[in-house]
């Protein structure tokens, strides 16, 4: 069985500083990794997926995650934060071959001060 | 931009009555899917659906619950005698495919069945 372990319920940054949500994952078999996020009275969007290709991947709005299976790890990170990108974010995987079905992390609220 | 639609927003209803959550994938889509999140807890997995017959469905996806296609549009979850423990955000999405290959699946925005 897979699962995700999102290792920080709610992180905080000032506007234009480092963003940095932390994912670590099990998974008996190669994974597929995802991050989406969800704003206020919106839909799951997702910001970036990984399916065995490059291990950096680069999403949208400037986010961009690492797999790192010897840590089994998929933090996301974003180099500068702006007020849009508080939301909640959730590291989701799914097991090869069961792509239909998406196992979710708890989710991190992320908080952007000005 | 297409987008999933979910309807209503928010729905209450009483133990032991029947709800049917309603959903309008995006229209070239084929795979469809119900997740749910109660309160303060993981998005779970409930069901997948194609070729109007259910592909997976987890634990939790019990006798009350059923989803159907009724037309070319909607896309419904039906929950048979509500309980409490059933209060939660009901998520519907859609795919172009699945199967082996990843399909970013599509979210609505939820609605929030709240069983009094």
């Known amino acids: 069985a897979q699962s995700v372990t999102q290792l920080d319920s709610h992180v905080s940054v000032s506007e234009g500083t480092p963003v940095l949500l932390r994912c670590n994952y099990s998974?008996?078999?190669?994974?597929?990794l995802f991050w989406y996020v969800q704003h206020p009275n919106k839909g799951l969007q997702l910001l970036l997926k990984y399916t065995s290709a490059a291990t950096l991947v680069k999403g949208i709005n400037g986010f961009e995650a690492e797999f790192k299976k010897s840590e089994t790890s998929f933090h996301l990170t974003k180099p500068s934060a702006h007020m849009s990108d508080a939301a909640e974010y959730f590291c989701v995987v799914s097991v090869s071959g069961s792509a239909r079905q998406l196992t979710f992390g708890s989710g991190t609220q992320l908080t952007v001060l000005p | 931009e297409p987008e999933v639609t979910q309807t209503p927003s928010h729905q209450v209803t009483q133990m032991g009555q029947e709800v049917i959550l309603r959903c309008v994938p995006i229209?070239?889509?084929?795979?469809f899917y119900w997740y749910r999140q109660i309160l303060g807890q993981k998005v779970e997995f409930l069901v997948s659906f194609y070729n109007n017959e259910i592909s997976e469905k987890s634990e939790i996806f019990d006798d009350q619950f059923s989803v159907e296609r009724p037309d070319g549009s909607n896309f419904t979850l039906k929950i048979r005698s509500t309980k409490l423990e059933d209060s939660a955000m009901y998520f519907c999405?859609?795919?172009?495919?699945?199967?082996?290959?990843?399909?970013?699946?599509?979210f609505g925005p939820g609605t929030r069945l709240t069983v009094l």
């Open positions: 999405a859609s795919s172009v495919i699945g199967g082996r290959s990843y399909n970013e699946q599509f």
């Open positions: 998974s008996s078999y190669s994974p597929s």
């Open positions: 229209s070239n889509h084929l795979y």
